[in-house]
Every structure is written in C-alpha cells, then in structure tokens.
C-alpha cells in the first residue's frame, strides 16, 4: 500500500506540473517568444535542453508546441520536473534534474547473493535515476524470486539522497519462506490414480521429508513441465488423444502455499492394428526395412516407440546410401475399434547440409569438448537422427544443467546453422563420508573429484576409505579424448590393505598403478585395454593357520596386460531399467614380476519391465584362473560369499581347510543372481524399493591341495528378501536371505546391513 500512495502522489504531482505549465501557455497564446532562459540544470547543458524544444526564439506561443515540449523533456528521463513561466516576453523554463546513482546495494537477500540480484537488475552506477526504472527493477527481482519459489517476497527501494544531486538506491528486501506445494490435485483420470499420477510430474507436495530438494516449491516454469511428462506418460501407454485442458495454480490468502490442479482428458487407449512402411525412394529395397521397427501388431501405442524407429530408420536408410532422408510417421485412428494403423512414410528429404555450427553459453567449458560430441560435422548433410543423438551424448557428458540444440537458417537455401546453447553446472564435488557395511565394519569416507578439469573434460578424483576390516586410497585421472581421438586414456594409483582374519587368517596389502584405455566400436559395444603393475604382499599370517596360506606369506609383483569387450545397450548405467549387458575380459600375467597366470571371465545383465516401477533382473558370471607354470596364488583367486551370494558370509563358500576352516579361494567360479525390485506403495520421495531376489553359484578347483582341503563343488543358493532406501543421510539397504542348497562346511549368513552417508 505504500508504494502505492507513493506512486500516485508521484503521477499527481507530474499532471500538476503539466497542468499549471499548460494554463500559463494558454495564457501566452499569440504572444511573440524574444528569449528562452533554461534555468536549474547542472549536469544538462542548457543547449541540450533546446534540442529537444519544439519551438525557437522568435516564435509565436502556442499551447499544442508547449505541450509537445514538456512531453519531449520527461521522456529523457534526464529530468524530475519542469516548468515553463512567462516574463514579459521572455520565457523561462525551470528544469529539476534526476539525480545520478551512486551505488546500489541489496540488504535482507540471504538465498539470492548480490551478484544473481545485481545481474538482473538494469539501473547502474552513474545512471540518471528514474522512479519508473526502479519500479521495473523491483518487479524484475520480485520475478526472480518467485521463480526460486518465493511468493511472499516484497522488496522496498530506498534513496539516499547525497551531495552533488547524487543518491544511493538500496533495494531492501523481505525474503520470507519459500511458497510451498500444499496439495496437487488431478481431475479427469480413470485409468491411473492420483498417487501414480503424482509420481509421473516432477512437482511434489510439501512435505517433511523433502527439506533436501526445492521440487515442493512452487514453480510456474516446472508445472509447464509437468503438462509435458503427463502427456509423455499417456502417450507411451496407448492414450492417443490425450492432453491436458488446464493446470491452474492457486495461491492461498497468507501467500505461503499453492493448490495445484491439472485437468486432463485421457481419451480411449489404442492398440496398434498394423505397421507398413511405404517408400518412395528409388535403389532402396523394401527387404532391407524389415525388422527395423520393433513395433509390433497387438501392441499398445507407443510414441516413444514410434520415435525410436523413425530414428532406426532414418539411421538405417543413411547406412544404405541416403543420406537425405525424411521419415514421416502416420497415425490413422480406428476410434470406434480403438485400434491405430501406423505407416511410416519414407521420403528424399530436403538437401541440406550443416553450415556452421555455434556453441554458445560454455563460459568454462572449452567449445571443442562440446563439439567433438557431435556426429555432424561443418559440410554433412543434415541428418536429424545425428543431431538427436549428438545432443543426447551433450547431455550425457554430465557438464550442463540444460542443453538447446536449435536449427536456423544459413547463407543459402540449402545451408543450416546449428546453434548449441547450454547452461553449464558445478563439476567439482568434495564428499566426507561415514557410515557401516557388514563386509567392512564402520567406515570414513573422504573424496574429492573434478568431472571437468580446466574446462577439458578431463575427470580427476582423489579417494580414501578407511573401514575396521579394509582400507584404501586412490588417485585416478582420466582424458576421454586422447591425442584428440575417442580414446579414454588414464590411469590409477592405489593402495589397499585389507584384514582377512576371519575367513583365511591372514591380512594382504597392495601397492601398484595401472593405465587404461578404452574406445567405442559402435554405440553400444566398447573395447578397453589396461596394463597393471602390483605389489602384494600377505602377512600377519596366525600361527594355526592353514598350511596352504603360510606357503603364500610374503610379497610378490604382478605384472598384467588385461582385455574386455563390452557391449551395452541398457537405458542407463546408473538405474537400469531395460536391456542388457554383456563383457568379456581376459587377464595375463607374466609380464615381468613373479606372478604367472591366465583369467578369463565372462560376465552378463538383463534388465526387463514387468510394469511401472517393477524391474526384473538376472546377472550371472563364470570365471576361471590358471597358473601359467604355477600354482595360483591365494590372493589372485575367486572368492564367493557375503555380496556375491547372499545367505553366505564373505568367502562362506568354496575350498576350505577342514582344521583351521579358513577359506583358501577357488580357480573356477560360476554365480548370478535373479531379481525383482518393486514398490512399497509408499510416494516416490521417500524413495524406498523392495527387493526380492535368488542368489545361486559354486567355486571350486584349488592347486595344489592337500589331505585338509574340502573341495565341493555342489551348487549353493538362496533366496530372500530386501529393503533399499535411499535416504537423506545417504543409501541404506537390509537383505534377508536363507541358504536353500548348501554344504556342511559353508559359513552362512542370513542378515546383512549396509549404510552411507554424505554431507
């Protein structure tokens, strides 16, 4: 209410002026103007003034060139009044100057700092001041805190006037609480509830438990997301028409919480009734098509689908020799059948090449680490299944908060500029940790990392994990594009040391460095090469241990050169969901050092959706290591048990001595896992997962041996149970599992517990 008053009092006060300068005009109508006197400016020289008359000495008066006068000078700005008064035939204009800013200052702002603020704001130092330009810049602060999720914001400007017809402007600012999310409200659903619905936008309620994300504020620009990820969501489910009508946001009478409500119409779901693919390409063979598509009759539709194959398409008839290619999907709608007849036309795309390509908002990233994720190049055709995943593998690169891949016209008709505008984010990250596993004991964990060092992308990290039963320190440094080719080249420096007490009485430490280096094949499959150079040394060995361990004590150097093919097509690395991966890797070593051996091992994943939310997995390995001349040596073995095979202890199963019933490891080993992890019914922010889950392997085969040994190689497995939590304080599991097929001399384990924390 006040800077209301103030504004009005403001305008008056202007019309008065206007209206007073206008009646003494009216009043020296006709008369003949001798001399203009400009009095009162300082900084304006009174020449400056004149220009922007509309009449010169020497002139009649008239009201309609007064007028337009006086609107001239208040629209400079230079000016806070100005008056016009009649003396004889002299007329005397009387200006007040806006003063000229000082400084600008901000107080009250905690959550926003002062250059955020100061970047938004558009009145500087120096600069005439204006009562109009500072409204503005209230409103654009008051803008940019509701776009940080606070309404209640309200923002005073304050004038210090100072000497010399200068003032400081201090923006006085009440911050208040952030303007939560009380209720989210979806009206118009029947297939899917409200809860399921709720989890699919990105927006939360306000809740206790979400004090560690800013989604339960309101946010204008996140509900036009949330429309998006609402018809997303339909859409890959068969619910052709669908769309949303309206999302309203209402604000509460105290300003401290919004009512949130989409409105949507789901429409009938359809199934797809047929897939034909019409091409119109001279040379392209029908036959080279088929398959391409995993589109299937009887399938609901898809639009994720359907634009996974227009891109398999497009790539697939680029391959051929086609390079301009336009795909076009059809949708024909049955709506009383409820069924869709999909077409996807295949047509000579316009003849456009890349002309130029921009990369635009990397003020720390070096432009070259974006551009060498492109798959166009300045001269291609254009081609938008590159482009698409040209700014996937951006994305991918996990340097930027958002990334804008745009098209704009080049000097020609057939030339495109692409245009790449990205907003970078913090790389860096420093991380103490605490916390407990049943394998290790108490744990601290201290790491410090740089994902994008100097703005190459190059990675850098420093770690250290010091537990009751295992303790290591690492330094690994990695360049993804070595001597500028899609060569990831680094390496690793380390040492560990870690007590086996328990299971084989005796504790081992290593010392060593390795140097690595992989490049892709294609997409999905990946070659890596790495050569690794260690000291282990097996000590503390006690006195009643096994014979076969005491023969092991002491150091040996491990010089090997290892190989791994991997090919993986899952839909993240992080939290799979769907797909599969498969590696194999070999491992020779007997480069120099004492230590001579062959491993091979093949390992594999597969990640398949039952339902939303609902992932079933299966993971299996075999391995096997032979000594080259030699026995193998106990700490280059297989272990199995604890993580590897639930229900088990750590090294619970394998080779054992009968007397002293420490592990001795096994040179052949054979285990998986199969694994359904599904929802509680609980909201997504508690972010809590069941588990259940059947572990099942065998290791077996030791040389040499000796009458002690149990070596059997019956299969073991468990079934069981789990909870996964990924809380505040950091991840937690709990796994319940029981041994259904085991062996007399096995060390089960039915209960483990693992937690972290970061802060």
Do not use: C
Not at 189 to 213: C, G, Q
Not at 290 to 305: L, P, Q, T
Not at 334 to 353: A, H, S, Y
Not at 428 to 449: H, K, N, Q, R
């Amino acid at each position: 209410m006040k800077k209301r008053n103030r504004i009005t009092s403001i305008s008056a006060g202007v019309a008065f002026g206007l209206t007073a300068a206008l009646t003494s005009a009216s009043a020296m109508a006709n008369s003949l103007i001798e001399e203009i006197t400009i009095v009162g400016a300082q900084r304006v020289e009174p020449e400056t003034v004149r220009t922007y008359l509309t009449f010169q000495e020497g002139d009649n008066y008239s009201s309609r060139q007064l007028n337009r006068s006086l609107k001239k000078l208040f629209a400079t700005g230079l000016f806070a009044d100005v008056t016009f008064k009649r003396e004889g035939t002299n007329l005397v204009i009387n200006v007040i100057e806006n003063p000229v800013i000082n400084r600008i200052a901000f107080e009250g702002n905690r959550k926003l700092d002062d250059p955020t603020l100061d970047s938004e704001v558009t009145l500087r130092p120096r600069v005439i001041y204006t009562r109009t330009r500072v409204q503005q810049d209230v409103e654009r602060i008051l803008t940019l805190y509701r776009r940080s999720g606070r309404f209640a914001a309200t923002i005073e400007p304050k004038v210090i006037q100072l000497d010399q017809n200068r003032v400081d402007l201090v923006f006085e600012i009440e911050e208040g609480d952030p303007t939560g999310v009380e209720k989210i409200r979806v009206v118009g659903n029947k297939e899917y509830s409200d809860s399921k619905l709720l989890d699919v936008v990105r927006t939360r309620e306000s809740r206790w438990y979400n004090f560690l994300t800013a989604d339960d504020n309101y946010d204008p620009d996140r509900i036009n997301y949330d429309k998006e990820l609402l018809r997303r969501f339909y859409l890959s489910r068969g619910f052709a028409d669908f769309k949303v009508t309206s999302a309203v946001a209402e604000l509460s009478p105290s300003r401290e919480e919004f009512f949130i409500t989409y409105t949507i119409d789901e429409g009938p779901r359809y199934e797809i009734r047929s897939v034909n693919i019409e091409n119109s390409l001279e040379g392209l063979q029908d036959e080279s098509l088929e398959g391409v598509s995993d589109i299937e009759v009887g399938d609901w539709y898809n639009a994720d689908e359907v634009d996974d194959s227009v891109e398999d398409l497009i790539d697939n008839v680029g391959f051929q020799g086609f390079p301009f290619v336009k795909v076009s999907p059809q949708v024909d709608k049955d709506t009383e059948n409820k069924q869709i007849d999909l077409t996807f036309n295949i047509n000579e795309g316009p003849r456009v090449f890349v002309e130029r390509i921009n990369i635009n908002g990397n003020f720390r990233t070096l432009d070259k680490v974006v551009r060498r994720e492109f798959q166009l190049v300045e001269g291609d055709a254009l081609n938008a299944a590159k482009l698409k995943r040209s700014k996937k593998r951006i994305n991918n690169l996990n340097f930027f908060e958002n990334v804008q891949v745009a098209q704009s016209p080049g000097s020609a008709p057939d030339q495109k500029i692409i245009d790449v505008t990205v907003e970078e984010k913090s790389t860096g990250s420093l991380s103490v940790g605490a916390g407990f596993s049943t394998e290790d004991g108490p744990m601290v964990e201290f790491g410090i990392s740089e994902a994008n060092l100097l703005g190459k992308g190059q990675n850098l990290s420093l770690s250290a994990n010091i537990a009751a039963e295992k303790t290591s320190y690492n330094l690994a440094f990695t360049e993804p594009y070595f001597l500028d080719r899609e060569l990831a080249a680094g390496f690793d420096l380390y040492k560990t040391t870690q007590e086996k007490q328990d299971s084989s009485s005796y504790d081992v430490s290593s010392l060593g460095f390795a140097l690595r280096a992989s490049y892709p094949f294609s997409d999905h499959m990946t070659q890596a090469w790495s050569y690794k150079l260690d000291e282990t040394t097996i000590e503390n060995v006690a006195s009643d241990a096994s014979s076969l361990i005491k023969s092991q004590e002491g150091e040996e150097m491990t010089s090997s050169i290892s190989h791994a093919l991997t090919y993986d097509n899952r839909d993240s690395r992080v939290a799979p969901t769907e797909g599969y991966r498969l590696r194999v890797s070999n491992t020779v070593a007997g480069l120099g050092g004492t230590v001579y051996y062959l491993r091979n091992q093949v390992t594999a994943s597969y990640y398949y959706p039952l339902e939303d939310q609902w992932i079933l997995s299966t993971k299996g390995r075999i391995g096997h290591i032979v000594g080259l001349g030699e026995d193998v040596k106990v700490q280059n073995r297989y272990f199995l048990g604890g993580s590897t095979l639930r229900g088990f202890e750590d090294s619970g199963v394998g080779p054992r001595d009968s007397s002293t019933s420490d592990s001795l490891g096994g040179e052949y080993i054979v285990n998986g896992s199969t694994e359904l992890r599904f929802p509680l019914g609980l909201p997504n922010e508690y972010q809590i997962s069941g588990v259940a889950f059947s572990d099942y392997g065998t290791l077996t085969e030791l040389n040499p041996t000796d009458s002690k040994t149990i070596d059997n190689s019956a299969l073991r497995a468990s079934v069981g149970l789990g909870l996964s939590w990924v809380s505040p304080m950091g991840p937690i599991g709990i796994d319940w599992a029981f041994p259904v097929l085991e062996e007399d001399h096995d060390k089960t384990e039915n209960f483990r517990f693992t937690f972290g924390t970061r802060f």
